[in-house]
């Protein structure tokens, strides 16, 4: 349920183990020294609030219990218990409509995953093949798959990442701007809400983006390619703003418009997380 503390507080989903609940399939915890010392509050003082979520226990597994893993096509894995071979796959998908829908009423702005869980792994969760031998891929965990889905937009990182204090700024930071923009779209998208959310996206970049090359210095082959990438995020990403800012002055129609730049904005910010 949505509480009503603060208003202001950024709405963080995570990984109940990280929080240092015991709800791990070895009855352990995986306690993450940065969510559970800011439990209430970022380093700057803005309010957090952390909702937990373990969709093995919530789904109705034991603590502990059978490790499971991710087996079979990678575009569709199914959650199978290691050693009884229990397709947990169907328990998982009825567990995780009701569980989306309550999260979508929780309007998260960002979403901490603990890292090559079979639940909550993203994109580092190892896949076996169909006989559950031998390890064939990395995917996303049945969760965190199921979480890009239903929010396309939402900041996910994991607790990994955020060993970098870097990277973590960069996800509140991030946390943040997905706010704005959800704020933008709920109050009709006008011009001036645009402009301000844009001015707080060109801080970030100038916060979080690649160095500027220094005049007369060539960088290496692979650092010219991310910087020229990085340069056309931002460069589409200004026509986007300008082809959305003109529809809104003129009071047009405005849903494709607003997905394209809340999807740019995402992946621009994406960029930046994994460079
Ligand atoms: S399912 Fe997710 S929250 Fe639950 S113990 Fe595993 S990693 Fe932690």
Redesign the pocket.
Known sequence: MVDSLDPRALRLGV???LLGER??YDGND?HDPWVVGHRSRADDGRPLHWVG?????EMGMDVPREPVQLEGAPAMPRMKGVDSRVDHTPRFQQWAAGKLSELGVEDLDGYVL?SR?P??GLGDTDLFDHRGKKIIGRVDGLFAAALRRTFPFLPLTTEQSLEQAGRRELFLQRARLYRQYKEMVAMGAEPSLLRTLHEEVHRALETFGPPEEEPGKKGGERNREAEEREKTGQERLEEAYQALLQRLEQGGRTTKELTEYGQLLHDLFESLDRG
């Open positions: 990984s109940r183990c709800v791990r995986r979520v373990c969709p093995e226990v603990k869980s639940s909550c």
